[in-house]
């Protein structure tokens, strides 16, 4: 949404804001993991499973909606990474960056409670056999999907960060944004989510990967490092360079004269 929206709310009122749509985001891509995405398997009801598709479209779906509900009163970044790099390009003076920050960590958090509470009341033993497997939390080697290693992470993790950083930089660019900035971002996070869930778990969001990692195992927690980093690294290179490149002043305007000075 346009930086003016985001400027006419108060701070509580945008952090709130933040916090719902980060809630909501984590809420639809752990739940969907968790409780969806393995539905009946090893029983007749296995073709009831969602798989990495229904978490794609989840996570995506789930975009779009925070985007246009909450969107208009913070500017919709709903992760760490965006924030920094809405920063990065200009867009945000860096002095709000950690409320932003703290308040999507907060939304991610109280998300991750949530399905946890709800485990609590599952099956004999489902609870901890989710939190054994990692509570849907991001992971390279032994708890990557298809045994990717660190690298690969890290490689995923920047790139994937950078391109919904710069997608996001120019659906709501203030001159040249469009109405349908919500569909593209939330399609842009499905298509990065079928692109990197077997290699990781897809995170390019710190906010999700702590959410998950505190109720994981001792793996989850002791790779978290990497979905914090590499992300924000991600999202700071796009952010300069989308301020670099594009971001520049229109002189379409301006007469031959003013341009010959």
Do not use: K
Request: negative net charge; contains cysteine.
């Amino acid at each position: 949404m346009s930086d003016a929206s985001r400027r006419t709310s108060t701070m509580t009122v945008r952090l709130t804001a933040e916090a719902f749509g980060s809630s909501a985001l984590v809420l639809a891509i752990v739940g969907a993991a968790m409780f969806a995405a393995g539905f009946g398997a090893g029983t007749e009801t296995s073709d009831q499973g969602i798989g990495f598709v229904g978490i794609a479209l989840a996570a995506g779906f789930a975009l779009t909606a925070a985007f246009y509900a909450f969107g208009p009163i913070s500017g919709g970044h709903f992760n760490p990474a965006v924030t920094i790099g809405v920063a990065a390009a200009g867009r945000m003076p860096w002095r709000e960056v950690p409320a932003y920050i703290v308040a999507q960590c907060v939304g991610g958090l109280i998300a991750s409670t949530l399905v946890f509470l709800i485990g609590l009341f599952g099956p004999d033993g489902w609870l901890e056999a989710q939190r054994v497997e990692g509570f849907a939390s991001n992971g390279f080697g032994s708890a990557s999907p298809a045994g990717f290693g660190l690298g690969a992470a890290i490689i995923v993790e920047a790139l994937f960060a950078a391109v919904l950083v710069l997608v996001i930089l120019g659906v709501t660019h203030p001159v040249r944004g469009t109405p349908f900035g919500g569909v593209v971002a939330g399609l842009t996070l499905a298509v990065i989510h079928l692109v990197i869930l077997p290699i990781d778990y897809a995170s390019v969001n710190p906010a999700r990967s702590i959410a998950t990692a505190l109720y994981g195992n001792t793996e989850a927690l002791t790779q978290l490092w990497v979905f914090l980093v590499f992300p924000v690294v991600g999202a700071l290179l796009a952010g300069f360079a989308y301020r670099g490149l594009f971001d520049v002043p229109d002189r379409s305007s301006e007469s031959a004269a003013e341009r010959a000075r």
